[in-house]
């Protein structure tokens, strides 16, 4: 068996991104081990055991050009969700920027939205 258990988000600050992620959009904070010269930072969305993001603290020019820009522009994250028009309101009331009105596509129901470090993803409800 094998399933993809973390994917790197790369971010300027990692407290300002747990503060964003976990204070604003209720998610939760599974790991935050101090290494020294960096951070282990897991957390998972609300209800999910797997499918967890790595923070993780840009260091040098390079690093931090990326952030915002890790999927070249593209929507590059998809966070599922068994409720849209609950989570959408959520994520408004909250004051997530969405580039777009929710809209049907055969796959399901989406709305791209951009975190406070400009990364752009899919809120999603499959059908």
Same mark, same amino acid.
């Given at each position: 068996?094998? @399933?993809?258990?973390?994917?790197?988000?790369?971010?300027?600050? @990692?407290?300002?991104?747990?503060?964003? @992620?976990?204070?604003?959009?209720?998610?939760?904070?599974t790991e935050d081990v101090d290494?020294?010269?960096?951070?282990?930072?897991?957390?998972?969305?609300? %209800?999910?055991?797997?499918?967890?993001?790595?923070? +993780?603290?840009?260091?040098?020019?390079?690093?931090?050009?990326?952030?915002?820009?890790?999927?070249g522009g593209r929507v590059g994250?998809?966070?599922?969700?068994?409720?849209?028009?609950?989570?959408?309101?959520?994520?408004?009331? +909250?004051?997530?920027?969405?580039?777009?009105?929710?809209?049907?596509?055969? @796959? %399901?129901?989406?709305?791209?939205?951009?975190?406070?470090?400009?990364?752009?993803?899919?809120?999603?409800?499959?059908?």
């Amino acid at each position: 068996m094998q @399933y993809l258990h973390a994917v790197a988000l790369v971010v300027p600050d @990692y407290d300002e991104a747990i503060a964003f @992620y976990c204070n604003t959009l209720g998610w939760q904070l599974t790991e935050d081990v101090d290494q020294g010269h960096k951070r282990w930072v897991r957390i998972l969305p609300p %209800g999910a055991s797997q499918g967890s993001l790595i923070l +993780a603290r840009a260091e040098g020019d390079t690093q931090q050009s990326t952030i915002g820009n890790q999927f070249g522009g593209r929507v590059g994250l998809f966070l599922a969700t068994n409720d849209f028009e609950r989570d959408h309101h959520a994520m408004q009331a +909250a004051g997530v920027t969405f580039e777009e009105v929710p809209r049907h596509e055969p @796959y %399901g129901t989406v709305a791209v939205w951009r975190d406070p470090f400009g990364n752009r993803w899919d809120l999603i409800q499959f059908t």
